[in-house]
Structure formats: C-alpha cells, structure tokens
C-alpha cells in the first residue's frame, strides 16, 4: 500500500535500534557502559566485571564476580576434536579468519544446546563463547608461528590465561607479567561495546533471524575484520611500518592523504559518531607511553604515531572534516610492544568486543520489539519499464 513504510510493518530498522547498554555522545566524546563513564570502568575495575556488567546489567557482587569466573575457567577447554580444524588450518591463514570458522565449528559441538529460545542454552552458550574464544584466538595465534598448543591453565584468571596461551610454550615455565596483564585487561574493557557499530549491528541482524550466538558473533568477527572497522589497528602498524620504510617525512604523507593519493587514509582517525577525541583513544595514548616503557620497549613507531597525531590535529583539512584519533590509533603500538604479531591485533579487538556483542545479541533476543532486522531502503533504482519482445 502507498504511504507504509517497512517501519508500519514492524520491520527493525537498525538505524532505528533501541538500547539500554550503551551510550555514546559524539560530539561531546563520551562513552558510558550501563551508564558508567570509560574513563572510571579503565581505571577501577576489570574486563570481567566490565563483561558481567555488560550483559547482566549491574556490576558484580564479590559473589557473582567470582562465580562468573569460576564458570568461565571451567569451560575453557575446547573439544578434542578440534585439533583436527586447526590441522586443516594452513599456517599463513588469517587468524581472525580462523576465529570465525573455528567458533563456527566449534558450535557443531554443541547442537543440542544451540536453541536460542531456552534460556539455559543462552546462559551455557554465553559462558562457553567468553571461555573459548580465546583459547581459539590464541591457538589461531600458535597456528600462525609453529607453536604447539597449550592447555588452559584453570587456576589463571581470564587476561593470564589468555597471555600464557599465547606467548607460553612446551620448553619452560611462562613468567607472567603482571604489567601486561593490567595494560591488556584495560585494553580488552576499552573495546567491550561501542552500541550500533558495523559488527554490533552484524550480530544483532543475525540474531534477529534466529541464529544462534555462535553463528551470530561469528558473523560479527567478520565485520570487524574489515580494515576500515576493527582491522584498522593492523592497517595503522602497516601505515606507520611504510612511512617508517619509505624514508618519507611525515608531513609528506599527511600531504598525500590530503590530496586523497590512491585513496590512502589516514587509519586509525577518523569515525562515525565521535567528532571530537574518541575518549578511548585517550586512555590509550597516556597509557602507552607507560606501558611501553614498563615492558622496557623502546618502539619508534610510537613517537611516528605521536608526530603524525600532531601534525594531523593541527591541520585544518583534519580539522575541518574532524577528524581524530579513534581507539584504533594508539593500541597497535602497545599490542606489538606486548608481542604480538600484527595479524593478531584485530583478534585482540574481537577478545575485548566479545562482551558487547554478547550483551547486544541477548538484548535484541530479549527486546519484544525484535523482528527479523531488515534495514529500510531508498530505492533509486529504474521506475516501471516493458519487457519489449
Ligand atoms: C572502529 O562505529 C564504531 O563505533 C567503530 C569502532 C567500534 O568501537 O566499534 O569505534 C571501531 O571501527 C573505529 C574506526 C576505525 N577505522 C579507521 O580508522 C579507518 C580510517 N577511518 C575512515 O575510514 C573513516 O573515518 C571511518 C570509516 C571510520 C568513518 O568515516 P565516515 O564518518 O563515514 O566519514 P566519511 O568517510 O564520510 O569521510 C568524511 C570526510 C571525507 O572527506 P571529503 O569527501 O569530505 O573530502 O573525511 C575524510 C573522507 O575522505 N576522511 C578521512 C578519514 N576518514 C574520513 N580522510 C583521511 N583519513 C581518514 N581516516
């Protein structure tokens, strides 16, 4: 009928999605989770209240922190099988491609317990995607250099475990670092959710149809992999990498930006919402000077990063279009001062977003408004023409 809109249809427009978890004011650069501001979450609690927060709403008691994490330590491990997948992975894959195939296998584990409708499903799912996901990551991770796997350890904490599966090994005891573990906790709390992102939204559609959580965020790490999404803290160490390689200065490339040269951008500035500092990316940058030089890394690239922040925020064609750094800017330098490989750094994204897409999907299952997502269009596409025979 003329008039209706999908909207009248009951039809979700995602552009129109309502939500309770949280809040970005763009202009004002400020981003609250359940109403408490980042900068207050970063500095006084941990990825895992951050989580618990997230998807059940109010922080943890003392009690429902440590019974979150018991439940989240005896799930870790992944079914034996699943050697087998990682087998058939060759090492030069992608890891955030192995992260999204391997949960969707992993989830052909769990087909009796998939239903999105029984909420004991949803509750065992949610714990079994916070639990195994890193060990996916990081076994995408040992994949990726020839290391053998190691098994959780379920008496470390959720950033320890992750750390020794990564950088641990067959030969010697792993010594954790108590610095990394501080910095990657506040790291993983910086990307826990970000409301209607690309991959947010990708997990809510997918949600929408019935798909269960595994396929859901699955697809959502797809989105993210894109490299004007979260794969741009990879694209801003290979931007850095080949100003750093080309011998250029930097306001030679600043320039080459500003005349849009081969469609170069400058990664890591730049977003949808904020028009002002992303107030992540300034955690970030007054972090990452510390971090690095508690880990006793002495890293060029970040003062590259600085130099090339300066420039851009003092030149009217950034400023004009305001553009500033966003969370991608600053953590490739502090994962790569951690050790990990580029490739990893949009898995580390995926790790900390995990929460957020949990809590949204569970949101949109839960919300009575939900229908089958299906974004409106502006059709401007030929009107009516005959098939001339
Ligand atoms: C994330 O949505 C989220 O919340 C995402 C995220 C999350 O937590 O989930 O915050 C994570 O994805 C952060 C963004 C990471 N991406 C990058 O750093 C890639 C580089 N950034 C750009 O691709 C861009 O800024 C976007 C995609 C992030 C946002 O683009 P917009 O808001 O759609 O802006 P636009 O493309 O319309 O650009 C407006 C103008 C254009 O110039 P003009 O045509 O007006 O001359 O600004 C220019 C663009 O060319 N521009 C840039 C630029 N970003 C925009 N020019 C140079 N370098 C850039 N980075």
Redesign the pocket.
Known sequence: QTGHTALDYGYVNTASTKSAITYIDGEAGILRYRGYPIEQLAAGSTFLEVAYLLIYGELPTADELAAFDAEIRRHTLLHEDMRYYFEGVPHTAHPMAVLSGGLQMLSTYYESSLDTAVPEFVEVNTIRLLAKLPVLAAYAHKKSIGQAFLYPKNELGFVENFLRLNFGNKAEHYDMNPVLVEALDKLLIL?AD?EQ???TSTVRLVGSTGANMFSSISAGINALSG????G?NE?VLDMLAQIRDSGQSVQTFVEK?KR?EDGV?????????YKNYDPRARIVRESADRVLAELGVNDPLLALAQELEQIALEDDYFKE?K?YP???FYTGVIYKAMGFPTRMFTVLFAIGRLPGWIAQWREAREDAQTKIGRPQQLYIGATERKLER
């Open positions: 990307h970000h992102n690309a991959s490299p004007l999404h979260g741009a694209a930006v849009k951008k400058l990664m890591g500035f730049g977003h949808r919402v279009r553009l966003n969370v991608d």
